[in-house]
């Protein structure tokens, strides 16, 4: 999430607009059950969560700091959760069943917290020193060969993207 506000912050991607709804609607339609259901403590409010998910007040380079560093905690849950699912599809192996989690799932996220920890790490840097750009880089977020709800974004320096290499 924090990459990815971070490139919008940096006009990279478009901020998209709701088809059918604002976002006060859409977080009213999502909570107003819970609204009802909950009086203490107090139901958060759509200006409460306006407030606290507003990042108009952080750089990008902060975002993408941010964003290194929450992909390094995702890839320490990854790799407990890989550990956790080994053991049980060595014992379900052993018992003749099938695993209830496919490794290569978690394989595969693992894979995509790399990747985009690795590009934002490379944006923090150029952002810092192009003042907030993309210091050269293009930066392309439609890549879902390694899974298909999570992207890996990629970077490159805009010398090298549309010049193909001669045969010598």
């Given at each position: 999430?924090?990459?990815?506000?971070?490139?919008?912050?940096?006009?990279?991607?478009?901020?998209?607009?709701?088809?059918?709804?604002?976002?006060?609607?859409?977080?009213?339609?999502?909570?107003?059950?819970?609204?009802?259901?909950?009086?203490?403590?107090?139901?958060?409010?759509?200006?409460?969560?306006?407030?606290?998910?507003?990042?108009?007040?952080?750089?990008?380079?902060?975002?993408?700091?941010?964003?290194?560093?929450?992909?390094?905690?995702?890839?320490?849950?990854?790799?407990?959760?890989?550990?956790?699912?080994?053991?049980?599809?060595?014992?379900?192996?052993?018992?003749?069943?099938?695993?209830?989690?496919?490794?290569?799932?978690?394989?595969?996220?693992?894979?995509?917290?790399?990747?985009?920890?690795?590009?934002?790490?490379?944006?923090?840097?150029?952002?810092?020193?192009?003042?907030?750009?993309?210091?050269?880089?293009?930066?392309?977020?439609?890549?879902?060969?390694?899974?298909?709800?999570?992207?890996?974004?990629?970077?490159?320096?805009?010398?090298?993207?549309?010049v193909k290499s001669e045969k010598r």
């Open positions: 999430m924090r990459l990815m506000l971070a490139l919008k912050k940096m006009g990279v991607l478009r901020e998209s607009v709701p088809p059918f709804s604002d976002t006060e609607q859409r977080f009213e339609q999502r909570f107003a059950r819970f609204h009802t259901l909950v009086t203490v403590p107090e139901p958060y409010s759509y200006a409460d969560f306006a407030s606290s998910t507003d990042v108009s007040t952080f750089a990008a380079e902060a975002l993408l700091t941010l964003a290194v560093e929450a992909f390094d905690l995702a890839r320490k849950a990854i790799g407990y959760e890989a550990q956790v699912v080994g053991h049980m599809q060595h014992s379900q192996q052993q018992q003749q069943q099938l695993p209830s989690t496919p490794i290569q799932v978690l394989h595969d996220l693992d894979k995509v917290a790399i990747s985009n920890m690795l590009a934002s790490s490379v944006l923090a840097k150029a952002a810092k020193a192009d003042g907030g750009g993309t210091g050269g880089m293009a930066v392309t977020a439609d890549n879902f060969s390694r899974h298909p709800h999570f992207p890996v974004v990629g970077v490159k320096s805009e010398k090298v993207v549309g």
